[in-house]
């Protein structure tokens, strides 16, 4: 059984005129252990994909579909439940680490929290277990570190401090949400590191989101990519990098910048931008942008079309091609 | 952390001397004869000018406000012209009730307010948050001595429950002294609880928005746990600041409900020294009240470093 299957996930938000679909049927499938990417754009709905999963989905979103953890049904569990999963089985990282710390808070007592409530750990037993954790994501002193105030740490720190936290609970799954995007490229590729480390080592499951190819590929085995609130194209990373399916992959591929590459290649962009929630066409969402748009692609949306061993895309192009 | 307390002490004395020479040239230097004033524009010229050597008048200002301070430095405040008495033993015997009236009703109005704001918060655009503002909406509608009138017909008159004013002293031991207090507290609280109450719910609101709430609520805390442990101590750095504006409030409140409960009070003091005309209880007074809420204001100064981490090296 796979660690997590989450089928036809839709979350409608309310909006002024009536809901508008931030995920319209996202499908997932990740294996104990393994480890996929999410990319897309901003608005691409990836980041709500992972608040979905943690069931901290905005108040007042319509969650639909189902997303089984080692094959319970999240969806189905009481708020209390939900609560003694959340930290324990199901860990998160955020993008924001200087805004994500409690700033009143000791980083001991932020990290002592999460060994009380899912270890009962308490007293020197969750100091010592605290500093433990710290060793472990590499941060230099850890007994001064308890004692200090988010602030008085850099943004590299502060996140190893998160990482710290979400592994407190010894989770089956974490969900990274663009952990580097606000760091230095530096510590980017350090933290990076780091948590391809602690996933092997400790046989966690990742989800790693990022708007970011490279981070991707460099974290992950397979990737999902998403737009306008859908998975548009799957597969193992290498795959899908070397061979994209999807017009919308070429895009995203394209635009990642490579060294090397020279002046004469000028960075590929994708034309236009995201549409907002709820003003996207009718048939395929990626249909205005898309340079080999066809008739078809404006009227009706594309069905997931498998190209393979665990390689399918959504597009309706694909059909012509052998 | 150092710095930060001299700075803090530096512009307390300096608000404190602000005060003083304020309330100074207010009553002693602006148009106005004190002495006239004091006595009634029918007194007799000669008891007039007598008063006013009496109260040394005649010497320069700048000599008597440095006379005033020198005098409070030693404890010495001078004699109440009605009384006749010290008015330092006028106001010790005072603020023994006043000063228990107002921070009784500053403790009552912060518990209700941080609990009915945070109730609000929690249940923001429901009905729960609905029918907390439209009571703060009315607790700041309803003058707090209409109020006073109201409690006093309802639990003395009415249900007869406690008696309609007064205070027996704290002689009469603290059941009795307690008992007296209870409505006056309550009639000075309401309106200082409906303010503080939206200052605590929009600042909750602010804070339940910050990353660091879902940080929480990613870890596996309950929305209660989260309320607690990681919302209310971030949010009550506005309030902590309200609070100590609103210890002003609560110090004006016992004017009038000192009046209203015929309670022996700073209050009711100062109200009969202004109409009385007795310049030196109106002028220590003030200057009193004055300096209680700078105190207050001083504190609450020093409860920002204890709350945020943050301000203690931010100076």
């Known amino acids: 059984m796979s660690l997590l299957a989450v089928r036809g996930l839709t979350v409608a938000l309310p909006t002024g005129e009536g809901e508008a679909r931030a995920l319209d049927g996202v499908d997932l499938e990740l294996a104990a252990g393994g480890t996929l990417g999410i990319v897309g754009e901003s608005g691409s709905g990836k980041s709500m994909t992972a608040l979905a999963l943690m069931g901290l989905a905005p108040a007042g979103a319509r969650i639909a579909g189902k997303i089984a953890l080692d094959g319970e049904d999240l969806l189905a569990l009481g708020e209390r439940e939900m609560d003694r999963i959340r930290g324990a089985r199901l860990a998160m990282i955020f993008q924001e680490p200087m805004t994500s710390l409690n700033p009143v808070h000791r980083v001991g007592q932020q990290i002592g929290e999460v060994l009380a409530l899912h270890r009962d750990l308490a007293g020197g037993a969750a100091r010592e277990e605290a500093r433990r954790l710290l060793e472990r994501v590499e941060l230099p002193r850890p007994a001064r570190l308890l004692r200090a105030y988010p602030h008085e740490l850099s943004g590299g720190q502060r996140q190893r401090v998160m990482i710290a936290m979400a592994l407190a609970g010894a989770p089956d799954l974490l969900i990274a949400d663009e952990p580097t995007t606000a760091l230095d490229v530096t510590v980017q590729e350090r933290i990076l590191t780091l948590i391809n480390d602690l996933v092997d080592a400790e046989g966690m499951g990742l989800i790693m989101i990022s708007h970011d190819f490279g981070v991707i590929a460099r974290t992950c085995e397979a990737v999902a990519i998403m737009y306008g609130g859908r998975v548009v194209e799957r597969g193992p990373v290498a795959d899908v990098l070397a061979r994209p399916a999807h017009p919308y992959a070429r895009g995203l591929i394209e635009a990642v910048p490579r060294l090397g590459r020279g002046r004469a290649g000028r960075l590929a962009t994708i034309a236009g931008a995201m549409p907002a929630l709820g003003a996207f066409p009718a048939g395929c969402p990626f249909a205005d942008r898309c340079p080999q748009a066809e008739e078809a692609c404006q009227l009706q949306v594309p069905a997931m079309r498998p190209l393979g061993p665990a390689r399918a895309a959504a597009c309706h192009l694909l059909e012509a091609a052998p | ?315």
């Open chain 2, 1 to 315: 952390m150092a710095t930060y307390l001299i700075r803090r002490l530096i512009s307390f004395c300096l608000t404190l001397v602000g005060a003083s020479v304020l309330i100074f040239v207010m009553l002693e230097i602006l148009p106005g004869d004190p002495a006239l004033t004091m006595l009634g524009v029918d007194a007799p010229e000669s008891a007039v000018a007598a008063l006013r050597a009496d109260l040394g008048l005649d010497r320069p200002a700048p000599e008597r406000y440095l006379d005033w301070i020198a005098g409070l430095a030693r404890g010495e405040m001078g004699l109440s012209f009605t009384y006749q008495v010290p008015v330092a033993e006028l106001f010790a015997e005072r603020l023994e009730l006043t000063v228990p009236l107002a921070f009784a009703a500053m403790a009552l109005a912060s518990l209700l307010a941080i609990g009915a704001g945070l109730y609000a918060a929690s249940r923001h655009n429901r009905a729960g948050d609905w029918g907390v503002m439209t009571a703060s909406q009315l607790g700041l509608a309803i003058p707090n001595f209409w109020l006073g009138i109201l409690l006093i017909v309802l639990f003395a008159l009415v249900l007869g429950w406690t008696k309609a004013g007064g205070f027996p002293g704290w002689e009469a031991g603290i059941g009795p002294a307690l008992g007296a207090l209870v409505l006056p507290v309550v009639a000075l609280a309401i309106t200082l609880a409906s303010i503080l109450t939206r200052v605590v719910r929009s600042a909750t609101l602010e804070v339940l928005r910050e990353d660091f709430v879902r940080t929480a609520r990613a870890k596996g805390l309950g929305r209660g746990r989260t309320l607690r442990r990681h919302v209310l101590r971030n949010a009550m750095i506005p309030v902590v600041t309200v609070m100590g504006l609103l210890f002003a409030d609560a110090m004006a409140g016992t004017i009038v409900i000192e009046n209203v409960f015929s309670l022996p009070g700073m209050g009711k003091l100062i109200f009969g020294a202004i109409s009385n005309r007795d310049l030196i209880v109106v002028k220590n007074a003030v200057l009193l009240l004055a300096a209680l809420v700078i105190v207050v204001n001083f504190a609450v100064d020093l409860l920002y470093a204890l709350i945020d981490p943050r301000v203690r090296i931010r100076d």
